[in-house]
């Protein structure tokens, strides 16, 4: 039984040890992309966008979608070729990518953190 029970708590703590943290995003270097969304991956944990900024092309990771969508931030808002503003902090780790802290589309900003 205790081996029952040791394996169902790794079991369930499996999805908060594959999460990562914010760690790897230098916070000191805030910038912001405007441009219209390339293509946007809603799903869990984290939903991701592909903005082309200054000729290269950023993936921004924004907050869960429940957040999101408590927040008044949908899917149908965030399709390509809607123009948002993205302001986060770049990734140490991975050339052109970002964590999104706020996001305004449509006139609406949402605090993504």
Do not use: C
Request: proline share 5%; glycine share 6%.
């Amino acid at each position: 039984m205790r081996r029952f029970a040791l394996l169902a708590a790794l079991v369930a703590s499996a999805p908060a040890l594959a999460h990562h943290g914010w760690g790897s995003y230098d916070a000191a270097k805030v910038f912001t992309i405007t441009a219209p969304v390339e293509h946007l991956d809603w799903s869990n944990p984290h939903a991701h966008l592909r903005l082309r900024h200054q000729g290269e092309m950023w993936e921004a990771t924004l907050a869960p979608l429940s957040r999101m969508q408590l927040r008044g931030l949908s899917e149908e808002m965030l399709k390509p070729g809607a123009t948002v503003s993205v302001e986060g902090y770049p990734s140490t780790r991975t050339a052109r990518e970002m964590r999104a802290e706020r996001i305004t589309v449509a006139g609406k900003t949402v605090e993504l953190r």
